[in-house]
């Protein structure tokens, strides 16, 4: 559980070890397409030039006919050179040529050819060569990145947690730059059918100088993520940002606690285990189900149901079936939350789940792990069994089995780590969720359910400044505005929007479940959670000055300019009627 405690690390850590400023590089040594085109083409050009050369000094010493006895001078040599050894024409001027000149003039195209034969084959040969194409994918790679112009994420990973958390940054509108060792996951970067072309580059995230090209060193880099499946790279990457760019948020995987304490030491902001994660949410649905339940639902996908409590599950035997740190982190879980555990490993055999309360099938093979659940519903059809899911294309099955909990570590990861850049006030009131106590959690619960619905609420971010609620900072300027009221229905005032008020940031400082009869003030940051429609409502009221008044008075006014100050002129009152109480939400629809 120790890992649930909002980001912080185990013991006091410096924000940065920096001593001493070093500008981020940005560029590696000899991959300078142009250069790497002039070291190889040196002797082919070398070749080219000379034949151009003898072929036009020896062009002018050539004797002319007899009606034209001057020789050539130096220029019309160089002209007639020119045409005839790039093979696009011929043509004897100023004057016909001697037998001599061409004699010589034949002897030039046969040595041009030659020469540009040699030359042009030098270049294909450069061109097929993996170097030179990965030295112009890389200043092309280059920029790209240069090019942005908008707030990015730095993503060192594209493996499943690396995918997972791109689809979600571009389903936000958010761009991001990838970086992975493996150059198919790059190609596959390119075909997973993203609405924008976003930078990728086959290149190892340990190295700085490519996490300064892929944008550490850009000024609209925001974050960066280290979701590769060695914890050796993501180390590598929290220090090269804690050194060079200690102001941007970096977010980081790992599996080993060892790993885990050096990435504090070097200021990660936060340090997802996700076998751990599970371990500790699993150890919370049995000793704090009400805040389990609204964690698990408010960070599940759109239009996902509540889950339904566990019941009798902290009295009897737990049977972990997995291999490796999965096993090793969820039973050390358990056993601290103080249960009966047994861990297997999955090469022993069908394990024995006839006097189980719950059963974890854990292994690192989809197929082994869909076997023993499988088996172990067949032998106690009422265990509680958990499945882990390694891979995607195992969704299906697993969906079909339905599993009493299926855990999926980059699911797991990669909507923490979306949570924590894009809607960190989002992410702070689920952190309060699993700090609170259980009785908080439940009373919270029941009342989101009553206004939103039972199912996962759609979130959305209220800055109350003049650019983004300009009629609502007009009317805080001469009146007050409650919580109460913003959640009104504009049409008809006695309904409620179907709006929960889950965090109001004022001053730095952040309310959680802020009260009905909250007074706002301009500069405030709201965090509501609804229905999308609803939601879209209050996003419509902020900007219309009449909507505002109307839903904290009561009052219905002209939308337009010219009869407002025909209202305000002929004697309507200045200050606000009363307020009536918040009317419940709607049940309807």
Known sequence: ??????????????????RYRVDVPAELPTTDAVFMVLRRMR????VLVSVFAIMTFGLST?????ENPDRLTVFDSFYVISYTGLTIGYGEVPHEFSYAQRLWVTLTIYAAVVAWSYSIGALLSLSQEQT????????????????????FVLIVGYGQAGEAVCRALEDQGRDFVVLDENPDRIQQLALDGYSSDHPGFAASGRDPRMLGIAGLAHDHCEAVLALTDSDETNLSVVMSVNLLRPELMVIARCSDREHAQQMH????????NPFDRYGAYLVMALRRPAGFRLASWLMSKRGSVLPHRLHHLTEGQWVVCADGTFGFEVTRDLESAGLDVILLDPADGRPDVSDAVGFIAGAESDIVNMANAAHARIEN????????QNSATNAAPLQAFDADSVFIPTELLAREAVARITSPNYWSFIDHVLHEDDEW??????????VVGDETPISTRLDLDFTNAPAVVRW?????LTLGDLVRDPDERDVRLAVYPAVLVRAGRRIFTPGMEQTLKEGDTLLLLGREVDLAVIRSTIFHDAAVEYVATGREVATSWVMRRVQKLAGRPKDPAPRAPVPPPDDEG
């Open 1 to 18: 559980m120790q890992l649930l405690g909002r980001g912080k690390p185990a013991r006091p850590r410096p924000d940065s070890l920096r």
């Open 43 to 46: 002797a082919p050009l070398v």
């Open 62 to 66: 050539m004797p002319g006919t007899e």
């Open 132 to 151: 030179f194409r990965q030295a112009l994918r890389l200043q092309r790679f280059g920029r790209k990145v240069r090019s942005i112009q908008t707030p």
């Open 265 to 272: 030491d070097f200021a990660a902001d936060v340090i997802i």
């Open 381 to 388: 059809d009422q265990l509680f069994i958990a499945v882990r």
């Open 441 to 450: 959690d439940r009373r919270v619960m029941d009342e989101i359910v009553a």
């Open 476 to 480: 805080l300027t001469e009146h007050e």
